[in-house]
């Protein structure tokens, strides 16, 4: 790695968003009662149970690359990274139980990603987080405008980490990845594509149901989530060698509105 600095920055970043993470959360009346339809209330439910397991896990794998990366600083950002994704996975909890809908104890999704991460080393895996991230977080922004305010309230919560936790991702993957050469940059870029259209169309067809109760098609959230990933394996593979985005919001604890989506990669 060319330098420490990046992830510095990301260390300062995750450690001071908490305070906008509780400012987020304090707009939530969490005793609202949920007054969405059955039908509705049950498809979101199953939804939340997946991602309530998708984001629960210790990051013990993740981590231990991490430290094999030899990167102080790196294995600082990821460990405060892996945090925020644990809390994602009690704010899922929470909603469910808004929603009267108990956790799953699994599910194939999560064991096959789980099962196919774990096989990999440090870039394939941060890799495939960033498919799974990117392609999401189009859901996320619908829930984020979900009819019921609880459910609104976590989207929120979530879209304002995600879109950082992307940027994060494409730091440690440009400043890898763009020393390949062009032919081997081609390849990942064949192979990396295919494996997100196929996480896109799993998405769409196991949440479908949940994204129309929150006013979307699911049709979009598959183009807007791969348009996404592609700008963002844009910025990985073609972009000036060094190059790094860093937090789009360097002071969480201070600012006022949350980024709009587009700042997500510039």
């Known amino acids: 790695m060319e330098s420490t600095a990046p992830f510095t920055a990301w260390v300062d970043y995750f450690t001071r968003n908490g305070v906008r993470q509780e400012r987020i959360e304090a707009t939530v009346d969490w005793n609202a009662p949920c007054t969405l339809p059955p039908d509705a209330r049950a498809a979101i439910a199953r939804s939340l149970q997946r991602f309530e397991l998708g984001e629960s896990g210790e990051g013990t794998h993740l981590l231990g690359l991490a430290e094999r990366a030899g990167d102080p600083a790196y294995v600082d950002a990821v460990r405060l990274l892996i945090a925020e994704e644990q809390r994602h996975s009690a704010l899922f909890g929470r909603g469910l139980r808004h929603l009267m809908a108990p956790s799953l104890p699994g599910h194939w999704t999560d064991r096959s990603f789980t099962l196919l991460r774990r096989s990999l080393g440090l870039d394939t895996e941060i890799a495939l987080f ?3 991230e990117t392609v999401a977080l189009d859901w996320f922004e619908a829930l984020a405008a979900s009819p019921d305010p609880v459910l609104a309230g976590i989207g929120r919560r979530i ?51 949940a994204m129309r109760a929150c006013g979307s098609r699911p049709a979009a959230v598959w183009t807007r989530g791969l348009h996404t990933f592609a700008r963002s394996a844009r910025t990985v593979l073609t972009g000036p060698v060094g190059r790094v985005l860093g937090p789009s919001v360097v002071r969480p604890d201070l600012v006022g509105p949350l980024p709009r989506i587009d700042t997500v990669v510039r």
């Open 159 to 209: 879209v304002a980490d995600e879109r950082e936790h992307i940027r994060f991702q494409i730091d440690r993957l440009h400043l890898d990845l763009r020393r390949r050469s062009a032919v081997a940059r081609l390849g990942i870029a064949v192979v990396w594509s295919t494996v997100a259209v196929g996480a896109a169309t799993v998405l769409v067809v196991g949440h479908a149901e």
């Open 130 to 132: 960033l498919v799974a």
